[in-house]
């Protein structure tokens, strides 16, 4: 994934604003809880009321709380509570209640005296003010102070604590205030609360997706057009080496990979982390002492994830090369297939097709069963974790330690805290499989073409003249170990045609595609115009080449959009022109729509020999000064390719004609016919010459000609 960082870069600001939104969005669902929590805490079980601190006491009540604090504590009583005449409650006002609530000490002493003062009990009838009033002071503080401290010695803080909410529940009510409508209001106005929260929280979810849709497909667009721009600028050698399926498969199922990658990360495995931490920290602040059941809980799905990973990383990793390889055989089988049912191949290649589908399948199941088989597990380990928080979490309850409400947000905090953590582990899935397709891309990116323009480029003169002139050249594909050329120098002249022949593989295709740089001489120079090829711009030298290649390529559109491929300014005179030299008039003509005609993909629809002067003509348009035909005129009849080569000559008979051919009839008339041999230059001269002195040339006219012909 590194590989392919640099691709983050233009989206900067919009990851940054997703993390911020996830932080909020972690925030919200973490704090939701919390408020689920003080409801069942507070609203349910304590009648909506927030502190055992008591808000408004009876004068009565007041009465009997202050004979139960000593001296300076009902000094400070009076000091917190603001109390107008004898009939009036006092009442603790609202900037007031932090501050005693800070004072620990005193409150704590204010709980238990409110409790003490609000109690029914028999046994505190000795509490009685009468009976206090009665007591000399030093006795009425030893009694008091001894009740106290009997009672901290029986409940612990958070028991008495529940005791004073209790009695303040029961102060409320002897004092006329409604308790029902106090405890629906806290709930309602936390439910509300609660509302807010999930609406934010969904309002950034909702962002954090667009924004995670729109860096993924941008990254993914990005990267496809660079991909499309380098593999453009491929000479042979680098289609060669990567293969044409391989780089489609780069090019799309590659980039969809890092996509998805891209949008997982930002929607949840950045969020993971957060809420992980998060959710740890509050849980252990709700419930530290059952901190340790989360704990084991992960170690336990970690182990199983790891396991499960272990196994399924290499397959994942495997995936994307099957997927290369079924491409490769649909490819090449959809592009053979009228040779394969001529042959009768259907079942071969049926099977062929099958052993790599069902490969690639094989390796689609394990991974997708294994997968399978961990959700029961992950769901057990929920399952249990839910039971033992309860059992666990119900004995504190039942012991006082902890509260109901509390112990439902403990369990919710977990949940959150192991699907952080399954998030985390399915980043392992899906970012190696990523980092195969990042590698991948980043290969075919980082892969310069080896045909590049000169640094220094020289130009032509005004006017090319287009003589070609190959110096010494010897040339072996990369890779391979024997040279397909050695060691050939001619000098194909303007006004003239330079014919090539030979056995196949002989080299002619190799050397004619040393002139528009196809691939580039390994020793030796080709000069145009006195200039080495390769001190020329690509685009320059290959405005000069009409070049009609062995295997004729249309694209699909209409003629007229075929013939003007790669030419400017093509007007109806010279789409003519070009078809009648080339011989298509005819067969244009008999189309209903002319040079309108549809052409499908890859000429389709359309002949071989009519695709081969289709393109033989939309060489002709370009106007160049050279013009190279690899075995261009064979699906030609002998009438048709004579004509032509008429044609030719009349019309273009400046340029210089550099024409392949198999059949000795096409090249007999050439000023100049080179015999290629096993990629060396075994002839060179016209028919007469060659036929005296070059035994090569001679067998192979002798094979197609009569002695009477020749
Ligand atoms: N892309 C390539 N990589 C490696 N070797 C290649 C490649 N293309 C051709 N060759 C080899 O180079 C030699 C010359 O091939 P070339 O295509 O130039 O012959 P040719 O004379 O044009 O044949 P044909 O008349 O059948 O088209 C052959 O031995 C061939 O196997």
Not at 37 to 59: A, C, D, H, M, W
Not at 123 to 136: E, F, G, I, T, W
Request: hydrophobic share 45%.
């Amino acid at each position: 994934m590194f590989k392919i960082l640099r691709y983050y870069a233009p989206y900067i600001p919009a990851i940054v604003l997703a993390v911020a939104l996830l932080f909020l969005q972690v925030n919200m669902d973490l704090a939701l809880p919390d408020y689920m929590s003080k409801i069942v805490n507070v609203g349910l079980q304590q009648g909506g009321i927030e502190s055992p601190v008591p808000l408004r006491i009876s004068p009565e009540t007041t009465e009997r709380l202050l004979f139960l604090l000593d001296k300076p504590e009902a000094e400070k009583f009076t000091g917190f509570y603001s109390m107008s005449g004898k009939e009036a409650a006092s009442v603790l006002p609202e900037g007031k209640e932090e501050e005693l609530i800070s004072d620990n000490d005193f409150r704590s002493d204010l709980i238990i005296s409110f409790i003490l003062a609000t109690s029914d009990n028999p046994q505190d009838a000795s509490l009685s003010p009468q009976k206090l009033v009665s007591m000399p002071e030093e006795q009425r503080s030893a009694a008091i102070r001894e009740i106290k401290e009997q009672l901290r010695r029986r409940f612990d803080p958070a028991m008495l604590e529940q005791m004073a909410l209790r009695a303040v529940k029961k102060e409320n009510e002897s004092m006329g205030i409604d308790s029902a409508a106090v405890q629906s209001r806290y709930i309602l106005e936390t439910g509300g609360f609660m509302l807010i929260l999930a609406l934010i929280s969904a309002a950034a979810t909702i962002t954090v997706g667009f924004l995670a849709a729109r860096v993924s497909a941008g990254v993914g667009r990005t990267l496809r057009s660079d991909l499309f721009r380098k593999i453009e600028g491929f000479s042979n050698a680098e289609f060669d080496h990567f293969s044409t399926a391989s780089l489609i498969t780069r090019n799309t199922n590659d980039v969809v990979q890092i996509q998805r990658v891209t949008f997982m990360i930002m929607r949840m495995m950045l969020m993971a982390p957060i809420m992980a931490t998060g959710a740890v920290i509050r849980a252990f602040t709700k419930a530290p002492s059952m901190g340790w059941i989360i704990a084991l809980a992960v170690l336990v799905l970690l182990g199983i994830v790891s396991v499960v990973m272990s196994i399924a990383l290499p397959k994942f990793k495997a995936i994307q090369g099957l997927v290369d390889k079924i491409n490769k055989v649909a490819r090449e089988q959809l592009t053979g297939l009228l040779v394969v049912r001529a042959f009768n191949r259907q079942s071969f290649e049926k099977d062929r097709f099958d052993k790599a589908n069902r490969e690639l399948t094989d390796v689609n199941l394990f991974v997708n069963r294994l997968m399978v088989t961990l959700m029961p597990f992950i769901t057990l380990i929920m399952n249990v974790l839910s039971l033992t928080i309860i059992w666990v979490g119900a004995h504190k309850v039942a012991e006082s330690s902890l509260q109901v409400g509390d112990m439902m947000a403990f369990l919710q905090y977990a949940m959150q805290i192991v699907m952080s953590f399954l998030m985390l582990s399915m980043a392992f899935i899906f970012i190696p499989r990523a980092s195969v397709s990042a590698g991948r891309i980043d290969e075919v990116l980082k892969t310069e073409g080896s045909i590049k323009n000169p640094s220094r480029p020289e130009s032509f003169a005004d006017r090319v003249r287009g003589k070609i002139s190959f110096k010494n050249v010897s040339f072996r594909y990369p890779g391979a170990e024997d040279y397909a050329l050695k060691n050939i120098s001619f000098t194909a002249e303007p006004g003239q045609t330079t014919a090539i022949i030979g056995s196949t593989g002989s080299g002619k295709s190799s050397l004619i595609n040393l002139i528009p740089r196809f691939y580039d001489v390994s020793e030796g120079e080709v000069l145009m115009d006195g200039k080495d090829v390769r001190k020329i711009t690509l685009s320059a030298l290959r405005k000069q080449i009409g070049y009609v290649p062995q295997k004729s390529v249309l694209f699909a559109g209409t003629i007229e959009s075929n013939l003007s491929y790669g030419s400017e300014g093509v007007d109806q005179e010279k789409l003519e022109k070009a078809a009648r030299i080339s011989q298509s008039s005819e067969f244009i003509g008999r189309k209903e729509e002319g040079f309108d005609s549809q052409v499908s993909q890859g000429g389709a629809n359309v002949s071989g020999g009519q695709k081969q002067r289709i393109s033989i003509a939309r060489a002709l348009i370009k106007d160049c000064p050279v013009l190279i035909f690899d075995d261009s005129f064979s699906a030609l009849d002998f009438k048709t390719d004579a004509r032509l080569r008429g044609e030719l000559e009349r019309e273009y008979g400046d340029t210089t004609r550099i024409i392949v051919a198999q059949r000795v009839s096409t090249i007999m008339q050439a000023e100049q016919i080179l015999v290629l041999d096993d990629g060396k230059l075994v002839g060179k001269g016209r028919h007469s010459e060659l036929m005296d002195n070059c035994p090569v040339y001679r067998e192979i006219v002798l094979s197609q000609l009569s002695i009477k012909e020749v």
